[in-house]
Each structure stands twice: as structure tokens, then as C-alpha cells.
């Protein structure tokens, strides 16, 4: 998975394949330091989870990648 687009003040990544860049996600106080390092065209390893609401897609911090790991609605991949 590629950063496609960083917003200006660095909160928000444009994140995907280069034909899919519709998802928006959002850094957490977990990864703020690694998300500020993070520039346009890096390929990142990600999880992500989504809200209460079911709606946004937020970057959170995991150490074990797992492939669809349900629990507590969250669901892991790992991009190469």
C-alpha cells in the first residue's frame, strides 16, 4: 500500500493501490510519530479499524499483524 496524498497539516493520508485512492485515514496519538515521517509514495504496513459509528477508517498501532482479525471489530492486513 502506497501514501498516495499527505493533507498539509499532516493528519490525514490519502492510502492505497495506485487505482484505488478513495480512502481517507487518519493518524492516532499510537502512531503520531510514524505518521509524521511518513511522505508521499512510502509503502506503508497498516491496521485499521473502524469507528463506533462504522464510518471512518483510523491507522492504529499493532506489533503482530494478524489477516482479518475480527476481534473487537478490527481488522489487521499487512501490505507488501
Known amino acids: 500500500m502506497k501514501v498516495l496524498a499527505i493533507s498539509g497539516d499532516k ?4 492510502l492505497g493501490e495506485d487505482r484505488d485512492n478513495s480512502s481517507w485515514y487518519t493518524r492516532t496519538s499510537e502512531v503520531e510519530s510514524i505518521c509524521s515521517t511518513l511522505n508521499k509514495g512510502d509503502e506503508v504496513k497498516i491496521t485499521f ?3 463506533k459509528d462504522n ?3 483510523i491507522l492504529t498501532q499493532q506489533k503482530n499483524f494478524k489477516e482479518n482479525d475480527k476481534n473487537n471489530n478490527t481488522f489487521s492486513y499487512t501490505f507488501n
Not at 11 to 14: K, M, N
Open 11 to 14: 493528519q490525514y493520508f490519502r
Open 49 to 51: 479499524e473502524k469507528d
Open 55 to 57: 464510518k471512518n477508517t
